[in-house]
């Protein structure tokens, strides 16, 4: 009895930890900022096609005749029915427009300038070859922004941006995760054994720790080939390493406790023990090594699509347009490049920012 009553002091004592570590975060502009920035991007990624400029899917309408545009710019658009039937065609579901887009029901021509007589639409395309249409299959003309203008392919640059933002967070969030579930279970059941199951997974993790990460994660990706969800398993079988070893230590210090002793001398199973009692007191550290991670596993996914072996075309990608408007950095639409590199760096920096907040935050010594 009198163990459990200091247990339950040790559980009102950490709720206490909680409140005050809740209060120093707040405390710390840094910290507030990052995590606001981050619900901005994850906001961005969660709503995607629904508030893109470009809503087809992977935002991959091209018109080759307003390539590298630059920001601001603004064309008009013939939109014209194909066939009638298909613009009465139904649309796709609320949820299946969020995941993937909706392809335009009609097809689009940049024109130069227009005229309507009687019931003909008189255009002139930027080829210069001069267009009669009958007026029943005009569905609008429309003037278009371009408010980070367009690339070499005249796609969009904003709504590759913000699509790719949803690529970025999938995968730190995906391998994070990946991370997370074998870092805490190898990791728990190394320090909590002993003996030659402690031996053998610290074995696994000095291997796994002695090969460089980009190499492992290059190895990984040609074992389970080019791919969207290819990436998030490769980068999350090499970032759970750090977690493992953060994940033993704290369960050496706390398996010595006495309410860990009490749950033996009860009968309760390892697992329960484990997972109910230790774990929950390990969480601090863990949550600050996993929000690193984040950070981490967004760079290697950048790498991995300039180097072409990560997310593939059409998906767009914060990578791949990097390395596809490297030849622009020397030329007048150097932003090609810089806009999607910025997005990396701000999105890194936030998740640092907010890893040395939780860690302040959380540190009991202060």
Not at 61 to 66: C, I, S, T, V
Request: hydrophobic share 50%; glycine share 8%; charged share 15%.
């Amino acid at each position: 009895m009198s163990l459990l009553k200091k247990h339950s002091s040790a559980d009102l004592a950490g709720r206490s930890l909680d409140r005050q570590a809740w209060r120093r975060f707040r405390r710390n502009p840094l910290s507030v900022a990052s995590l606001v920035v981050i619900g901005l991007f994850a906001l961005v990624a969660l709503l995607g096609y629904l508030i893109t400029p470009d809503s087809t899917p992977h935002c991959n309408q091209q018109y080759l005749e307003l390539a590298t545009l630059p920001p601001g710019s603004r064309a008009t658009m013939l939109c014209l029915h194909d066939d009638l039937p298909a613009a009465t065609a139904p649309r796709p579901s609320l949820l299946r427009r969020l995941a993937q887009g909706e392809p335009l029901p009609y097809s689009v021509t940049p024109i130069i300038e227009y005229s309507i007589a009687r019931d003909t639409l008189h255009a002139t395309p930027y080829n210069g070859d001069p267009i009669a249409v009958p007026r029943s299959r005009v569905a609008k003309v429309e003037q278009r922004t371009f408010l980070l203008g367009t690339d070499a392919y005249g796609r969009d640059v904003l709504s590759m941006l913000m699509i790719g933002s949803r690529v970025s967070l999938s995968v730190g969030f995906i391998a994070v995760a990946i991370a997370l579930l074998l870092g805490i279970t190898l990791g728990a059941l190394a320090a909590y054994h002993g003996g030659w199951v402690d031996n053998l997974i610290l074995w696994l993790i000095n291997v796994v720790w002695s090969i460089p990460t980009v190499l492992l994660v290059i190895a990984i990706t040609f074992a389970l080939g080019k791919g969207f969800w290819q990436i998030f398993v490769a980068v999350g079988l090499t970032m759970w390493v750090d977690i493992a070893r953060v994940v033993r230590g704290e369960v050496l210090s706390i398996k010595q406790k006495e309410y860990v002793e009490a749950t033996r001398a009860l009968g309760y199973s390892t697992f329960r023990t484990i997972f109910r009692h230790i774990l929950p007191n390990c969480l601090g550290a863990v949550v600050v090594v996993a929000a690193s991670n984040f950070a981490s596993a967004i760079l290697l996914e950048a790498g991995l699509s300039f180097l072409g072996i990560g997310v593939q075309p059409p998906v767009p990608s914060w990578g791949m347009m990097v390395k596809e408007n490297t030849g622009y950095i020397l030329l007048d639409s150097a932003y090609l490049a810089l806009l999607p590199g910025l997005a990396i760096m701000i999105i890194v920096l936030a998740f640092m920012l907010l890893a040395g907040g939780l860690r302040d935050a959380l540190d009991t010594r202060r």
